[in-house]
C-alpha cells in the first residue's frame, strides 16, 4: 500500500483538515503519565516528546509553551516522497508561520500555531488550489 509520489499531485490532493483542539509539546522522563493519550511520541535522549492535548497537559501537570493546532494533510503521501514538507514548509514560511512536521505512515501531520490555525489552513487550501 504505497502512497503517491508525484509532487504536483500531493499538493493538489492534500485536502488539508484542522483537527477540533489545542495541542502542546512537552518532554517526560519515563513513559507517558497516566491519563495522557498523546497524538504522537517521539522518544530523544533528553527524553519522551510528547504531542497531546492541552487539557491533558493541565490534568497532569506537564509543562509547554507551545499552544499549536493540528492540520492533517489527507492525501497519502509515500515516505520517500520529495518536496511536500519544503512546499508546505514554505508556503506557511512566507506567511511567518511556523510548522512542526510530523510524517505518519499515511498522511503527513502539521502542528502550526494555534491562534493562527484557521489562517494556515486557508494557505493550504489555497496553494491545492493553486497546484490543480
Known amino acids: 500500500m504505497s502512497g503517491e509520489r508525484d509532487l504536483r499531485k500531493l499538493l493538489s490532493g492534500m485536502r488539508p483538515e484542522l483537527n477540533p483542539g489545542r495541542y502542546v509539546f512537552t518532554s517526560v522522563d519515563g513513559g507517558v503519565p497516566r491519563g495522557v493519550t498523546p497524538v504522537v511520541t517521539v522518544t530523544e535522549p533528553e527524553g519522551l516528546t510528547l504531542v497531546l ?34 512546499a508546505v514548509a514554505g508556503e506557511l514560511a512566507d506567511a511567518s508561520l511556523s510548522c512542526n512536521v510530523v ?30
Open 103 to 132: 510524517a505518519g505512515f499515511h498522511h503527513d501531520h502539521l502542528f502550526v500555531a494555534h491562534a493562527r490555525a484557521g489562517e494556515a489552513l486557508g494557505l493550504l487550501e489555497n496553494l491545492v488550489r493553486r497546484s490543480g
Open 53 to 86: 492535548p492541552v487539557e491533558e497537559a493541565d490534568a497532569a501537570g506537564l509543562a509547554y509553551d507551545y499552544i499549536a493546532g493540528w492540520i492533517t494533510l489527507r492525501v497519502h503521501s509515500a515516505l520517500d516522497a520529495v518536496g511536500l514538507t519544503a
